[in-house]
């Protein structure tokens, strides 16, 4: 069974500019979570998708944002770069959310994120 | 607030002694408790997690961790570390926000086992 995919693995863009980053769950699985990770802060979550809607979300700026498809693959869109966006973005599937007794969140290996 | 802490940036430790990761948390109710690694240029893995029962959880590679209700701590253990160990260590606890669970973790602490 394939685990989470996310893509591009690195992304370099200047400030100002907007960027999209894609993730493929792992087959069956209907919940989808974003973190932003920085050596600073750890892992601050960004928002969770089920069955294309938005369940969850963090305390980011509206520049974050992200959807869901009928596939359950997401993608998280950053508008209007900053440089203090620069991190790795993680995706993490699970199979509800609802982190039972039985269930656990699977990550991805991210995307790395440089605005320079 | 709900939270959950990891005291130590960094922990280091020789091969073949025990070594612990702290956690501690803070959230209402009874908590779902979960240790996840990473390893460099990877995403998380799962480790342990607790939800009920015996205080001592077994996980993955030789991972154990005890759940202390009166402590509100989840610490890691491994009785006898391993150089390949060495990774970054996040402690998460579920609650819940708008109707929905969702995990928040700690900072993070890197583990370094030395030879």
């Known amino acids: 069974k394939a685990g989470v995919t996310q893509t591009p693995r690195y992304l370099i863009k200047t400030r100002g500019q907007q960027v999209t980053l894609s993730c493929s769950p792992i087959?069956?699985?209907?919940?989808v979570s974003w973190y932003q990770q920085t050596p600073g802060q750890g892992l601050q979550f960004l928002f969770e998708?089920?069955?294309?809607?938005?369940?969850n979300k963090g305390n980011f700026p509206g520049r974050f944002s992200g959807r869901q498809f009928s596939n359950s693959r997401s993608e998280m869109n950053v508008s209007t770069l900053e440089l203090g966006d620069s991190a790795l973005y993680l995706c993490?599937?699970?199979?509800?959310?609802?982190?039972?007794?039985?269930?656990?969140?699977?990550f991805g290996s991210g995307t790395q994120l440089s605005v320079l | 607030a709900q939270s959950v802490a990891q005291p130590e940036d960094q922990v280091n430790v020789a091969e073949g002694n025990p070594l612990t990761v702290k956690c501690t948390y803070s959230?209402?109710?009874?908590?779902?408790l979960f240790w996840y690694v990473q390893y460099p240029n990877r995403g998380l893995q799962f480790l342990l997690k607790?939800?009920?029962?015996?205080?001592l959880v077994k996980g993955s590679y030789g991972f154990e961790a005890e759940f202390n209700k009166s402590q509100t701590s989840f610490h890691l253990k491994k009785p006898s570390a391993l150089v390949s160990d060495s990774a970054l260590y996040f402690c998460?606890?579920?609650?819940?926000?708008?109707?929905?669970?969702?995990?928040?973790f700690g900072a993070g602490t890197r583990l370094a086992v030395h030879p």
């Open positions: 998460a606890v579920r609650v819940l926000s708008g109707g929905y669970n969702k995990l928040i």
């Open positions: 607790y939800i009920t029962g015996d205080n």
């Open positions: 087959s069956g699985h209907r919940s």
């Open positions: 959230v209402s109710g009874n908590p779902y």
């Open positions: 998708y089920f069955s294309e809607t938005q369940r």
């Open positions: 993490a599937s699970s199979l509800s959310a609802g982190l039972g007794t039985n269930e656990k969140l699977f």
